[in-house]
């Protein structure tokens, strides 16, 4: 590691994303307002889409994959009765329904069939690969292709009414790679109709929540450690810290961890050193070494 790879500002950034932004521009912005080129997402959000967003930050790059199966939290509204092209308020009209009156309990009787593991169809409109081209590159040449259904979990779903009768609200807590989209047009479907998303916002990435999320010009870091702290942590001695700075596989009762991992091995100071994982027999290895031997 170079004197200016330890310089660089190293860490996790969570974003409370404003509508009208990629996540590709949240990250080419945060380059400027950071001063560094090493910064990455944990995962897209919707341009029109608001809410958490979180960065990973010099050696935070190499660290972004095990943030990005944390659970999400969404809050979104709906609207019964019109189907759109993007399956949002951005795409155009494919079609309407006359859905007539529909209750706050019919809603949510329909939305019970949709938690638990479940299978979605991802949209056109998403950023998913299929023979080396996304889907919504696809979508804007006017493609359509087969998408086979993926197998998502949706912890738990609560519909409340608004103001407007065919819009309804729904707090979703699911899987990574769940689509809140696709879920509130499978429920207009199981009603008999349609619907597409006309509001949405994250609220959450696993324990990190929008309380916590800053604008992003106003953005600070926070250590890899704490971004990573859903992760079991151990704090060896000084002699087995020394062999994780070089990336040494070891025996699990040396590094001191049971189970089946990964483990964030730390220093006297709270800082995290390397990520380790199971490996070979009783041994584990390191996924990731952030901090080189002295």
């Not at 919707?46 to 199966?69: M, Q």
């Amino acid at each position: 590691m170079t004197s200016a790879d330890r310089s660089d500002p190293t860490g996790f950034a969570i974003v409370d994303k404003e509508a009208d932004w990629t996540s590709h521009d949240v990250v080419a912005r945060a380059r400027k307002v950071l001063n560094t080129r090493k910064v990455g997402h944990s995962g897209t959000l919707d341009p029109s889409a608001t809410g958490v967003l979180i960065l990973g930050v010099g050696r935070g790059t190499k660290l972004l994959r095990f943030i990005t199966e944390l659970p999400k939290t969404y809050v979104a509204t709906f609207r019964l009765g019109e189907e759109t092209t993007t399956l949002d308020a951005d795409g155009e009209i494919t079609a309407t329904h006359d859905m007539g009156p529909i209750s706050l309990a019919q809603v949510q009787q329909a939305a019970e069939a949709f938690v638990g593991d479940i299978e979605q169809i991802p949209p056109m409109v998403s950023a998913i690969k299929i023979d080396g081209k996304r889907l919504h590159e696809l979508a804007r040449e006017g493609i359509e292709v087969e998408r086979k259904p993926r197998p998502v979990t949706v912890y738990s779903l609560e519909i409340a009414a608004t103001e407007v009768p065919t819009d309804f609200e729904m707090t979703v807590q699911c899987s990574s790679g769940t689509y809140v989209r696709t879920l509130a047009s499978d429920i207009g479907a199981a009603l008999g109709g349609g619907a597409h998303v006309r509001l949405l916002r994250r609220t959450a990435i696993g324990t990190f929540t929008e309380a916590v999320a800053q604008p992003l010009e106003e953005v600070t870091l926070i250590p890899l450690a704490a971004g990573l702290a859903h992760i079991p942590a151990v704090q060896p001695e000084q002699a087995v810290l020394t062999d994780v700075s070089y990336g040494k596989v070891l025996d699990r009762e040396r590094l001191g961890v049971a189970g089946e991992g990964p483990w964030l091995v730390i220093d006297n100071d709270g800082a995290l050193v390397a990520l380790y994982q199971s490996h070979k027999g009783s041994t584990v290895k390191p996924a990731v070494v952030v901090a080189s031997a002295s």
